[in-house]
Every structure is written in structure tokens, then in C-alpha cells.
């Protein structure tokens, strides 16, 4: 049996692949990182929920090519995040057919040097030439400058802003009519 994770996309720097139990420690430092921590759902997580999202819901096999994919440095194989779109789900459970929720979620010691807009750029070019996704959508949190300069840098479009204990920008990227 082969072991080796399936690529499902690169970049210049990046790979984006199957998670494999190899990825276990550093995807647990990102969830247990309360800088990674405070723009995704706020406190971070403890070791052993860390190891029960990843053996549950990261490690699980992909059945299609909308995921969160592990997130690798070409060069050294070094884990430095999660990335990918995923289903856009609607408030009931459902899913808006044709539109894809992009996620970059990148370790901190990787903050500044440019992976978050170089995935992005990978899976918006994946989402609308490989997936034929109408629309990626994407929110973050409002105190989160930094994405919001990413997302800005990769063409999205502040759609509205959700207001609350957590208040979020709610930001669209509509397949260009070229493509």
C-alpha cells in the first residue's frame, strides 16, 4: 500500500496535500497557539482537543478536492499551516452549489513572509479553473489586519460586516468573466 499523501496543488514555495500523522505536533501547536488561536474561535485549544480535530476531522480521507489541505514547505517537507477551500455552507447545513469558502490558516512562526497570499492566490486559480467555483468567499475577523490586507491583495470585495461579540468582514471574490 502507498503512504505517500496526495498532492493536490502547488505553488512556487508551497505544497498543499493530504494531512498524515506526521503533521500531528505542528497542527496541534496551531491550535494550542493563542496568537494563531484569536482570529479563528478565540481561546486556544488544549493538547488533547488539538489530537481529537486532527484525527477527526484532518487526518480523515478527502472524497473531492474541497478541503483544508495540509500546508508544506516545498523545499523541507515543514508543515506551516492549513489551507484550501471548502463547501460554502449555508446556515441550515446546506451547501451554496458553485461557491467555495477559502481558509488560510498559517503557524505564526510563518507570519510576514508571504504564504497566506501565495496559497490564497493557489486556491483561488484552483476554485475557479480546476473546481469551476463561481464565487469564493471568505470572512475574518474584523481586528484581523493582517488578513484583511491578504485578502485585499488577492481582489476580494468587502460584502458586508457581521457585528456581535465577534465581529466579522464578510469579503467576495467572483469568478472573473475571462475565465
Known sequence: MDNTPQIILSSVRLLFRQHIMADLDAYCAMEMDPDVRRYVGGAPRSRE?????????????VTDR?????????????YVGRCGVYPHFKDDGGVFEGEGSLGLYIARQYWGQGFATEAGRAFIDFGFNELNLKRIVTMVQVENIASVHV????????????????????????KPADL
Do not use: C, I, N
Request: glycine letters at 8%; aromatic letters at 12%; zero cysteines.
Open 49 to 61: 482537543d488539538s489530537e481529537r480535530r486532527f484525527m477527526d476531522g484532518a487526518l480523515k480521507p
Open 66 to 78: 474541497l478541503s483544508m489541505w495540509a500546508t508544506v514547505l516545498k523545499e523541507t517537507g515543514q
Open 151 to 174: 485578502l485585499e491583495k488577492l481582489g476580494f470585495e468587502l460584502a458586508s460586516t457581521e457585528h456581535g461579540r465577534r465581529s466579522f468582514y464578510h469579503f467576495v471574490l467572483d
